[in-house]
């Protein structure tokens, strides 16, 4: 089927002047209202470029169709390339900022975004080229491939004339470790000290470690924990005595006697600074002094019972005590009968106990029937 031929411009004008003459008609006074007049105008430049209008607006959806289909298809292509691209490794001890990623190389878009540990610029290659620190540079270029006769001649002749005077010296220059801790070393940098001509040394000894880093490498060490320091401290003893019930009660024993001495050494040294003025008492040790300056209310009530009162005596004996079942006699632990025969004693005691209890409630009825009786 033939193409349809386009329409021709007196074609395309009679259609648009017939537009607005139907739009227009019936307006009364078109030649001489001039709101008529002005309207009339406006559906005139409306109809003439209804066409271009149209058309731009095909043209714009066109183009974002045609955007939005190139998008997808790219995105089509990048989830099938980006099962392909493969990470290179970083080497030990280089920056992975210095390393291009392999996916912006591509043209994809990373999977990481800005979380990835590889530089997104083409240029990163170029930029992470270092100076050496630890060779000098000047001894690069000052070599005897570089010398001609006259050079050399020179050489010789200081070295036979300063050899014995003046020998190199092995001293770090002190501006050349400045500049490496405050980072202003670089191709471009001088020496303060007479730049190429200085007689210290501008490169890094072996081992040199930048402060910085070495700070750096000290915080991320392990701590190691407790219980393995203590394992290892064990492991590094080589005489051991075994605890026993007779070691265990010498040596809480000295510690007791190592603690009370503590005490007193210490409560003797605040009596004396007390006496000298160089401290106050504290309300305890003013009661314990003089109890007979602290008097209670009227109103006051004792709200310790004598039966739960106890002398220092008494908890220091109460906190000394041992528990000898803890120790094994010989290597033999308790047989079961023992236990057994332990079980029956309990089980016996909490048999009697009910005994006791109808025994205070016979009491308590005895005692209701005398008080009816005194009635």
């Known amino acids: 089927m033939p193409p349809k031929q386009a329409q021709s411009k007196k074609t395309v004008e009679k259609e648009k002047k017939k537009k607005v003459e139907d739009k227009t008609f019936g307006l009364k006074n078109k030649n001489k209202s001039k709101k008529v007049a002005a309207y009339v105008s406006q559906v005139e430049a409306q109809v003439k470029h209804s066409g271009l209008q149209n058309k731009e607006a095909a043209l714009k959806e066109k183009a974002k169709r045609d955007k939005e289909l190139a998008e997808k298809a790219k995105k089509e292509a990048e989830s099938i390339l980006v099962n392909t691209i493969v990470q290179s490794k970083v080497p030990l001890g280089v920056d992975p900022k210095s390393i291009v990623c392999e996916y912006f190389k591509q043209g994809v878009t990373c999977p990481k975004g800005n979380r ?83 007689a210290y040394q501008h490169c890094l000894p072996e081992g040199y470690q ?96 004598k039966e739960y009162e106890r002398t220092e005596e008494e908890i220091a004996a109460l906190a000394n005590q041992i528990n000898t079942s803890l120790f094994t006699d010989g290597g033999v632990l308790p047989s079961d009968d023992e236990d057994e025969d332990e079980d029956e004693d309990e089980n016996d005691d909490s048999d009697e106990e009910p005994e006791n209890d109808e025994e205070d409630e016979e009491g308590e009825g005895e005692y209701e029937e005398e008080e009816a009786s005194d009635e």
Request: proline share 3%.
């Open 116 to 198: 990835c540990k590889f530089a997104h610029d083409l240029a990163a290659g170029r930029k992470s080229e270092k100076i050496d620190l630890y060779t000098d540079r000047r001894k690069e270029d000052d070599t005897m491939e570089t010398w001609d006769d006259a050079k050399l001649k020179s050489v010789v002749e200081k070295k036979r004339t300063t050899e014995n005077k003046a020998k190199p010296t092995a001293i770090i220059c002190k501006f050349f470790l400045d500049a490496i801790e405050t980072k202003k070393y670089g191709w471009f940098w001088e020496c303060p000290n007479g730049g190429e001509k200085c």
């Open 210 to 305: 930048l402060k910085k880093k070495k700070a750096k490498e000290d915080e991320e060490v392990e701590e190691i924990p407790i219980e393995e320091m203590i394992e290892e401290e064990r492991a590094k003893l080589t005489k051991s005595t075994p605890v026993t019930l007779e070691t265990f009660i010498k040596w809480k024993e000295e510690k007791r006697l190592q603690k009370e001495k503590a005490a007193k050494d210490a409560h003797d040294k605040r009596l004396a600074d007390i006496k000298a003025g160089k401290t106050s008492m504290s309300g305890r040790e003013m009661f314990v002094f003089n109890p007979d300056l602290f008097v209670d209310d009227e109103s006051a009530i004792d709200t310790k019972s």
